[in-house]
């Protein structure tokens, strides 16, 4: 079992930053995958970035060079940095872990881009 816990959204004007945060029940080092979703309204949830276990990031085309995932083993939590928002980011942002196959889910925090 793997509880995670999302934090960090709110909102923010275009071209403005957030972090998101994760925090896992167990050691993030012994997942096989940590993952960033998102869903707005109307949409399918779509993936935003993944991080292995071996720190192999991979980011969707719409988020490259804006995104940022990281993690700190240390405390169990993965970050999704977000800069240059844009009004079609605006979605609920969920965690992922996929582990000894099984995917867990956070509970998703939203993320408003407007001015």
């Known amino acids: 079992q793997v509880q995670l816990v999302e934090s960090g959204g709110g909102l923010v004007q275009p071209g403005g930053s957030l972090r998101l945060s994760c925090a896992a029940s167990?050691?993030?080092?012994?997942?096989?995958?940590m993952a960033w979703y998102r869903q707005a309204p109307g949409k399918e949830r779509e993936l935003v970035a993944r991080l292995t276990r071996f720190g192999v990031a991979t980011y969707a085309n719409s988020v490259k060079g804006r995104f940022s995932i990281s993690r700190n083993s240390a405390n169990n939590t993965v970050f999704l940095q977000m800069d240059n928002l844009e009004s079609e980011d605006t979605a609920n942002y969920y965690c992922?872990?996929?582990?000894?196959?099984?995917?867990?889910w956070g509970q998703g925090t939203q993320v408003t881009v407007s001015s």
């Open positions: 167990r050691p993030i080092v012994t997942i096989n995958v």
């Open positions: 992922n872990a996929q582990h000894l196959g099984h995917e867990y």
